[in-house]
């Protein structure tokens, strides 16, 4: 129990990283969360320490069952989607869910999918030379798209930069400009040994604050970079942007456009 508490308040403290919670205590996490298992060996350690076998089998009864409880499950339309295909919370990244949670805000419908297996990671989980991607499964509009990935091919592009920064990528595809959202997921132990590409529709009529809150930190990012020019920031600068273009591209082309866009408008005011 004291190894336990131990290792827990290193989680809660954010000094580990939560796909290793999954794995040092597989048998024992009651949530996705490590502040709800610390919550009840906390109580168990204070009983153990203080009270009869008889009491500390009640109230440790009684905690887990109110964990249980509080507990909140993920849902919307790309969780439910990644459900039905068998994933779950525990197959994405920490910041893959905190970002898949922003991105159902402004994903209107998922119009197929294409699962990919990547294959001989070196032994840290990074893509190499040797390391191959290949179709597993797909569906929907993915099923009339054709793809070099039928049969194993080196990893590179987009997809290999997402297996390495493991990060969640959402924008538009760089061939054809449809939009997508591309998932890293997790089977066994922390390495991504499968991606998902999503073909999505997103929404358009979208406020300034609805496009804030998609881009998460992007925002502040953008904002950063526009203040650079010795411009007043104003809200107003995302409304022309389209949401798959703001998600998509990177903060210093986001950035310029504004101001592309600004200067122009003053231009005109000064005719």
Do not use: C
Request: aromatic share 6%.
């Amino acid at each position: 129990m004291a190894s336990d508490i131990t290792l827990l308040l290193k989680y809660a403290a954010g000094k580990l990283p939560l796909e290793e919670f999954r794995i040092d205590f597989k048998n024992k996490q009651v949530s996705p969360s490590p502040l709800d298992l610390l919550d009840i060996s906390l109580g168990m350690a204070i009983d153990e320490l203080s009270r009869p076998i008889d009491a500390i089998r009640h109230q440790a009864k009684t905690v887990t069952v109110g964990t249980s409880r509080k507990e909140e499950i993920a849902r919307g339309v790309i969780f439910d989607f990644l459900k039905d295909l068998g994933f779950s919370p525990d197959n994405l990244t920490t910041a893959g869910g905190l970002t898949i949670t922003r991105l159902q805000k402004v994903t209107v419908e998922i119009r197929g999918y294409t699962l990919y297996a990547i294959r001989d990671l070196d032994e840290e989980g990074k893509p190499t030379e040797e390391t191959t991607i290949a179709i597993e499964m797909r569906g929907g509009i993915s099923l009339h798209m054709r793809s070099r990935a039928e049969i194993p091919i080196p990893l590179s592009g987009a997809k290999k930069t997402i297996v390495s920064t493991r990060d969640v990528y959402a924008g538009l595809g760089r061939s054809d400009r449809a939009p997508l959202i591309i998932i890293p997921l997790i089977e066994e132990g922390t390495f991504i040994q499968k991606i998902i590409l999503l073909h999505v529709i997103f929404k358009e009529a979208l406020s300034a604050s609805g496009k804030k809150a998609a881009l998460g930190n992007k925002f502040n990012q953008i904002r950063d970079i526009v203040d650079e020019y010795n411009i007043s920031w104003s809200d107003a600068y995302l409304d022309p942007l389209p949401v798959a273009f703001l998600l998509g591209e990177g903060v210093n082309v986001i950035a310029e456009t504004m101001m592309g866009s600004v200067k122009k408008d003053m231009k005109d005011d000064k005719n």
